[in-house]
């Protein structure tokens, strides 16, 4: 397989040559902010010297980190590691902490990139199905690994399983549970409590989503100083740039902006979720910043997201197990949800009015 194409394809929803960044596109499938970052992360950039850019950045992004320890209740910046986006740190956290062979273990449906980083490590991915209710399985609670991947609010579900449910899982796995929370500033609550209280715990953030950085690749896992001394040995000498901790470090100290930027997309994706179960839509209740969307009506998933594809609106369409008659659509601005329910309107008419 080629992993690199497989992981455009798969994880952004496109493959390589199609323009899609052309202003008459509404990209809502690959879960970016509609809004634009803090003006301080801009100033921030523009204010870096020559020699910032001439010499070599903080191996250990010591700046951004403290920021990042104080912001999320840690002690110190030892409970903190820097990351070239959060995809990085978990292909870090497998090879810190994973020999090849070993089993990794993940609910399904999930994040698909665990699947092509465990087959690029040697590591067998073991599923456990989420039940009816898109929730852990018992089955969860007994499975065994040298790690687990659990994202929290999971993609591409957008449900957030219960606090309750995830500490049982950190007393019951016997090795180390990574909780992605890359959507957790859109939920209702987090985990960054857990390294505190179990060894195992490793939390991760990102800012590309609440932080509106997709552009920038900066991602942190909070978890014990001796689990975040072990990455430290493995990660690559210089893998967060200069003009990304500017970036970080600014968005960690303006946080009230992202704070209101999260208020905008959290309201819109009631409202948006609200519009498409009247089109007849089955959408669980996401605490993300996109609504999976199941469709049992004609066209079918497929169709719905050819025909929006074709007036310039893109969404996402897995063709998986449990998902083909799913659409993933992420909460754009309210201009964009409009066009969006507009055209579904469209396509579908008023199937579910």
């Known amino acids: 397989m080629n992993y690199g194409r497989e992981l455009l394809k798969d994880v952004e929803g496109y493959v390589p040559g ?24 801009l100033e921030a950039i523009r204010a870096l ?8 950045p903080d191996p250990v992004s010591l700046a951004f980190r403290s920021a990042c320890a104080e912001r999320y209740g840690c002690e110190s910046a030892d409970w903190i590691i820097a990351g070239n986006g959060m995809d990085e740190l978990l292909s870090l956290v497998l090879r810190t902490f994973v020999d090849p062979g070993d089993t990794v273990v993940a609910t399904y449906p999930t994040y698909s990139l665990y699947e092509i980083l465990c087959a690029l490590h040697g590591s067998p991915l073991e599923y456990i199905d989420l039940d009816d209710d898109l929730q852990l399985a018992e089955d969860m609670y007994v499975a065994r690994g040298r790690l687990c991947f659990l994202t929290r609010p999971n993609a591409p579900t957008g449900v957030a399983a219960p606090r309750a449910d995830v500490e049982r899982l950190c007393e019951s796995f016997p090795g180390i549970v990574v909780i992605d929370e890359a959507y957790a500033d859109f939920a ?26 997709a552009g920038m690749r ?3 896992a909070i978890a014990r100083p001796a689990l975040i001394r072990e990455f430290l040995k493995t990660k690559d000498s210089y893998n967060m740039d200069a003009v990304s901790q500017a970036a970080g470090l600014a968005s960690m100290q303006d946080y009230d902006w992202q704070q209101e930027n999260v208020a905008k997309v959290r309201a819109t994706r009631t409202r948006l979720r609200a519009a498409l179960i009247e089109r007849g839509f089955d959408v669980p209740v996401s605490q993300s910043n996109f609504l999976l969307a199941h469709w049992a009506g004609e066209p079918a998933a ?32 309210d201009a964009e949800c409009d066009a969006l329910l507009t055209g579904l309107d469209a396509i579908i008419g008023d199937a579910g009015a």
């Open 218 to 220: 900066i991602g942190v």
């Open 49 to 56: 010297t020559d020699d910032a850019l001439r010499k070599y």
């Open 18 to 41: 199609e323009q899609l960044n052309r202003p008459d596109i509404i990209k809502l499938n690959t879960n970016e902010n509609p809004y634009p970052p803090s003006p301080k992360v």
């Open 188 to 213: 209702d609550d987090n985990c960054l409590d857990f390294p505190a209280r179990f060894p195992n715990a490793i939390v991760m953030r990102t800012f590309s989503k609440s932080f509106s950085l």
């Open 302 to 333: 497929k169709g719905i997201f050819e025909a929006l594809r074709e007036r310039g609106i893109l969404v996402r369409y897995f063709n998986a197990r449990r998902l083909t008659n799913a659409l993933r659509i992420t909460v754009g601005t």
